[in-house]
């Protein structure tokens, strides 16, 4: 059901954790009950570090390595305008009835970057 690539970003997911003092925190879940918790750690505009705990299926777990991966190092402005389709890309595809997955980590990272960005500005 799954390629390589999904099941190696499943079985070894990347950057799993919490950031004890996080600049910024998104949780975001979808219908099927899949729920991610992401942290993010932000120096000079970028994500100098990212980590995420997600509950939920196979696609869920890897597409949240996947995106991890993908936008540790960039700036927020780029962080925050990963898409879906290119977490699927990156992943070398998914089956259709798991691309709803996809969305999971982009929309934690946007609101980990919108929690960072509501913080009073002494902390940033």
Same mark, same amino acid.
């Given at each position: 059901?799954?390629?390589?690539?999904?099941?190696?970003?499943?079985?070894?997911?990347?950057?799993?954790?919490?950031?004890?003092? $996080?600049?910024?925190? #998104?949780?975001?879940?979808?219908?099927?009950?899949?729920?991610?918790?992401?942290?993010? /750690? +932000? %120096?000079?505009?970028?994500?100098?570090?990212?980590?995420?705990?997600?509950?939920?299926?196979?696609?869920?777990?890897?597409?949240?390595?996947?995106?991890?991966?993908?936008?540790?190092?960039?700036?927020?402005?780029? $962080?925050?305008?990963? #898409?879906?389709?290119?977490?699927?890309?990156?992943?070398?595809?998914?089956?259709?009835? /798991? +691309? %709803?997955?996809?969305?999971?980590?982009?929309?934690?990272?946007?609101?980990?970057?919108?929690?960072?960005?509501?913080?009073?500005?002494?902390?940033?």
């Amino acid at each position: 059901m799954y390629n390589d690539t999904v099941m190696d970003h499943f079985e070894n997911p990347r950057n799993t954790g919490e950031i004890a003092d $996080a600049d910024g925190v #998104g949780t975001v879940g979808n219908p099927d009950g899949d729920m991610m918790k992401l942290y993010i /750690k +932000v %120096a000079d505009g970028r994500l100098v570090d990212i980590k995420y705990k997600t509950f939920g299926c196979a696609a869920a777990i890897a597409t949240s390595s996947a995106a991890s991966e993908m936008v540790k190092g960039k700036s927020l402005e780029e $962080a925050a305008v990963l #898409g879906s389709d290119e977490v699927v890309s990156y992943l070398n595809g998914l089956p259709e009835e /798991k +691309v %709803a997955c996809s969305m999971l980590a982009p929309d934690a990272i946007r609101a980990a970057i919108d929690d960072y960005r509501r913080r009073p500005s002494d902390t940033q």
